[in-house]
């Protein structure tokens, strides 16, 4: 695919960013401030892997602005390793319209982790509604989730990306 017609893709509404290679969205991923925010981030993440505790970000700004673009090319340089190996990284689809319910995100996230390294380890995702209490299934697959991560040594980086 040519950087034209990538460049093309990239822009359209939706989840263009998703159908450009790595390679092209590096080579689209331009300007000095964006590169030293993505350098943060990832500085962050390395040295998040040493703490129990959990990092929140928000990124905010008005449409078309390259929120998803960045969310993108944080997916890929984490996928890369340039924030240690400790992170497994999930990126939710543009505008996820199937999330309904605390356990809806359970399964949907559990769905995504079954395409990381910690996929084959991971349970079935339709377990979240082994019960009709919403509450405790999430808890449950919650500790589960802690327990696969502990044994694996891995910290999963959740990028979620426009969320109604």
């Known amino acids: 695919m040519s950087a034209k017609k990538e460049f093309v893709t990239a822009m359209k509404w939706g ?23 993505l350098n943060k981030f990832l500085k962050e993440l390395e040295e998040g892997t040493k703490s129990k505790s959990i990092q929140h970000h928000l990124i905010l700004g008005i449409r078309g602005i390259g929120k998803s673009f960045f969310l993108s090319r944080l997916y890929d340089k984490v996928i890369e390793g340039a924030a240690g190996n400790a992170w497994v ?9 199937q999330v309904t319910s605390a356990q809806a995100f359970m399964k949907m ?4 982790l079954k395409e990381t390294p910690l996929g084959e380890a991971s349970e079935d995702p339709d377990a979240v509604y ?18 696969l991560c502990a044994k694996k040594k891995k910290k999963i980086l959740l990028l979620l990306n426009n969320f109604d």
């Open 89 to 97: 990284p999930i990126k939710t689809r543009e505008n996820e319209d």
């Open 130 to 147: 082994a019960t009709d209490d919403e509450h405790r299934e999430v808890h449950l697959a919650m500790e589960r989730l802690d327990v």
């Open 109 to 112: 996230l559990i769905q995504y």
């Open 15 to 37: 989840q263009g960013q998703d159908d450009i290679s790595t390679e092209g969205r590096a080579r689209l991923f331009t300007g000095k401030s964006r590169e030293l925010l």
